[in-house]
């Protein structure tokens, strides 16, 4: 008799590589502030204004892409590629700076190279595999799974706290851990990909694991 089946692949995959090596105690006891300088750098990029005097300096560049990619699903039935480039990136590096303030990394967050972080996003077809209308909706059908990476997100900051106590100790980051961290991670990005930057319709999936 056939076993149960296993789940179908979602579109969108998020793995971090396990540092099966002994990770830096002392960048692990200062991570807290050697992140600065690499925040600053998203922090522009994302969107920020400086107060000079009595005007405002905006030094960003935007963020992700959202309104854009909505309208041109909307009206035109199209998301241009290069649309989708700077989300991914965009989101890739994002994501290395969040493996490194977790920990889960001690080599320092690059611009562009992957190092230990794997984000792979379906190229979306809006003419033939995209829902026009679903973009206006999204962001209301995904509620649950805010509240449920709420939960997680809570999780999540008490396994980095063990964690980083288990590496001062021992230099190594505690395999079960590491893994629920990926599973939270994969989770917020499968969100962000259909609520925020509208690259499937299909509805993510309840669960951590791939």
């Given amino acids: 008799m056939p076993g149960p089946r296993a789940p179908e692949p979602y579109p969108v995959q998020f793995f971090v590589e396990y540092p099966d090596r002994p990770l830096s105690r002392l960048t692990t006891l200062l991570r807290i502030f050697t992140i600065i300088p ?24 935007g963020g992700l892409l959202f309104a854009g990619p909505l309208l041109m699903i909307l009206f035109r039935e199209k998301y241009p590629r290069w649309w989708l480039d700077w989300n991914g990136e965009l989101l890739r590096f994002h994501n290395r700076i969040g493996v ?98 509208l690259v499937t319709d299909r509805y993510p999936p309840f669960r951590l694991s791939p």
Avoid: C
């Avoid at 522009?44 to 107060?51: C, K, L, Q, W």
């Avoid at 209308?133 to 059908?141: G, R, T």
């Fill in 38 to 61: 690499i925040a600053i750098v998203a922090g522009t990029i994302n969107g920020a204004s400086y107060e000079v005097g009595a005007k405002y300096t905006i030094v960003a560049a």
């Fill in 100 to 197: 490194y303030a977790a920990l889960m990394d001690d080599r320092y967050p690059s611009t562009d190279e992957m190092q230990a972080v794997s984000l792979q996003l379906p190229r979306p077809y809006a003419d033939s595999e995209l829902n026009r209308w679903m973009p206006l909706v999204k962001w209301l059908l995904a509620i649950p799974h805010y509240i449920v990476l709420g939960v997680l997100s809570i999780g999540a900051v008490i396994a980095v706290i063990i964690a980083w106590f288990a590496i001062l100790f021992t230099g190594r980051f505690p395999r079960g851990l590491f893994d629920y961290l990926v599973g939270v991670g994969r989770w917020y990005n499968r969100v962000i990909a259909y609520a925020a930057i």
